[in-house]
């Protein structure tokens, strides 16, 4: 078992908001101070439901722990015994275990819920999501001039840093958002497996 690097929160770079971002740039952090082939022991998770009101507990920007996010992304390590669940908006420990991040930051959701605000789950491998992801940051305009050339406010201020983007991909933060398999116009595999919860808490749970 490969123990977990030695990153702290402090020592990422984070903008509050642009949680995929984040999460990329974390796995270019394990890339710079693991074992070389620890890619293949993280996978990006993207946690959304088809109404985009995803409720998630112990959350940092909320006063009482519960956000509403339209979706939210952190990172799962299975080469640890149990596995680490690194999620830099959450008020857990980090990296804290699967199992610990399960029970407090996705609790079972009460059947009074409407069944359209349950939690699906995408499950990207890090090592084609760090080849792959691209994000222009459309989803945090908020005006444009009426040229549309340049941005005029955000929703959220964006990190300091460029945008993610590949030679082929300017963006397709989008595709990671879709909560089903049949409804994706994918041609490969890059976009990873969509899991309701019941399937994501197993699958995950086996690698302890």
């Known amino acids: 078992m490969i123990p977990p690097p030695q990153i702290t929160l402090q020592s990422c770079q984070y903008q509050s908001c642009y949680c995929e971002e984040n999460i990329y740039k974390l796995i270019q952090n394990f890339n710079h101070i693991s ?9 990006v998770i993207f946690a959304t439901n088809p109404t985009h009101r995803l409720p998630i507990f112990s959350q940092r920007s909320s006063p009482t722990g519960l956000c509403i996010w339209d979706y939210h992304c952190f990172l799962i390590q299975t080469s640890t015994s149990p596995p ?29 819920l409407l069944p359209d605000m349950q939690r699906y789950y995408r499950v990207v491998p890090a090592r084609l999501f760090i080849q792959h992801f691209a994000s222009d940051r459309r989803h945090m305009h908020a005006d444009q001039d009426s040229n549309n ?21 300017v963006h397709n933060l989008d ?3 879709i909560h089903n398999d049949d409804a994706n116009d994918m041609d490969d595999e890059i976009y990873g497996t969509v899991m309701d919860e019941s399937r994501f808490i197993h ?5 302890s």
């Open 35 to 43: 074992p070389p082939g620890i890619e293949d022991s993280l996978f």
């Open 84 to 112: 680490l669940v690194w999620d830099l908006d959450t008020t857990l420990s980090f990296p804290c275990s699967f199992s610990h991040y399960i029970t407090h930051a996705l609790p079972p959701l009460p059947p009074t």
């Open 149 to 169: 050339d340049s941005i005029t406010s955000w929703i959220a201020p964006p990190p300091p840093w460029p945008c993610i983007q590949t030679a082929a991909r």
């Open 175 to 177: 595709k990671y958002l």
């Open 203 to 207: 699958t995950f749970n086996l690698s």
